[in-house]
């Protein structure tokens, strides 16, 4: 597997009038082309704050992020410009789109954006990639449907497509489960890893369904106070960071299972 996106003891926070908020620091650590990551951690450990921080939402307080692109040499994300990033990441965030008299093919046509010319007309290619796109999340009959009248689980869906059509080597979500009923956390949840195995996309995503990324990831990051810990799920369950993340108040960790269990009362 390719390292796309690698951190060198990154530090990550906010500054306000001279002052710095630092959420986690010396963080290093890569991911890969061709697998699904899951990132994991408890309220306010700073997940969302280093899931922005990786989109060049905020800057990083310290350290740097490299991007490796095909073919190139590493480069800080700092050095890209805000269109040479829109055709190297595409983000999914957690928020429900806010939007109507819009069918999904438009919506999906967004992702042409950093491609098209000002006026955003989409050509014929741009078309065939936007099919394209929407046949791989498998959503085709919902091409004509108009966007508030979807599902939350039939909406994410779109989202995905969106980012697909992007064409970016990259794609980050933030809490692509949030909302969705169980059936279709799952089936998003394995239909990212498809994505990734089969179109070698560097997926990075993170998530509070802890069961579905025990199972469906290919690698964790685990924050903790203190330090990130990273590896396959059977890694981290080896080396204790599962434990100690999971059990609490009830709740117990299988080693063996990979599985969680609840205690009775």
């Known amino acids: 597997m390719k390292q796309?996106?690698?951190?060198?003891?990154?530090?990550?926070?906010?500054?306000?009038?001279?002052?710095?908020?630092?959420?986690?620091?010396?963080?290093?650590?890569?991911?890969?082309?061709?697998?699904?990551?899951?990132?994991?951690?408890?309220?306010?450990?700073?997940?969302?704050?280093?899931?922005?921080?990786?989109?060049?939402?905020?800057?990083?307080?310290?350290?740097?992020?490299?991007?490796?692109?095909?073919?190139?040499?590493?480069?800080?994300?700092?050095?890209?410009?805000?269109?040479?990033?829109?055709?190297?990441?595409?983000?999914?965030?957690?928020?429900?789109?806010?939007?109507?008299?819009?069918?999904?093919?438009?919506?999906?046509?967004?992702?042409?954006?950093?491609?098209?010319?000002?006026?955003?007309?989409?050509?014929?290619?741009?078309?065939?990639?936007v099919a394209e796109a929407i046949s791989l999340v498998g959503i085709r009959p919902l091409q004509g449907r108009m966007v508030h009248t979807l599902s939350d689980g039939e909406r994410q869906k779109v989202m995905i497509a969106k980012a697909l059509a992007q064409q970016t080597p990259v794609i980050y979500l933030d809490e692509p489960t949030a909302f969705l009923d169980y059936p279709s956390k799952v089936e998003t949840m394995q239909l990212l890893r498809r994505l990734a195995h089969g179109q070698q996309k560097t997926i990075f995503l993170s998530t509070h369904d802890v069961e579905l990324a025990l199972q469906l990831a290919d690698c964790l990051w685990l924050m903790e106070p203190g330090q990130l810990s990273v590896g396959t799920p059977r890694q981290?369950?080896?080396?204790?960071?599962?434990?100690?993340?999971?059990?609490?108040?009830?709740?117990?960790?299988?080693?063996d299972s990979l599985t969680l269990r609840i205690t009775k009362l």
């Open 4 to 129: 796309t996106v690698v951190l060198q003891h990154l530090t990550i926070g906010y500054a306000a009038k001279g002052n710095q908020k630092v959420v986690a620091q010396g963080l290093d650590a890569a991911i890969n082309s061709g697998e699904l990551t899951c990132l994991l951690g408890s309220n306010g450990i700073g997940k969302s704050t280093l899931l922005r921080t990786l989109s060049a939402f905020q800057p990083p307080l310290g350290g740097d992020i490299l991007l490796c692109t095909d073919g190139g040499a590493p480069q800080s994300l700092t050095t890209f410009t805000d269109r040479e990033l829109s055709r190297l990441v595409g983000i999914v965030l957690t928020e429900k789109p806010d939007v109507r008299n819009m069918t999904v093919d438009d919506l999906v046509g967004m992702g042409r954006s950093p491609y098209t010319g000002f006026w955003g007309t989409l050509t014929e290619a741009d078309r065939q990639i």
């Open 236 to 255: 981290l369950a080896d080396n204790g960071a599962l434990s100690r993340f999971i059990e609490h108040g009830g709740i117990r960790f299988d080693h």
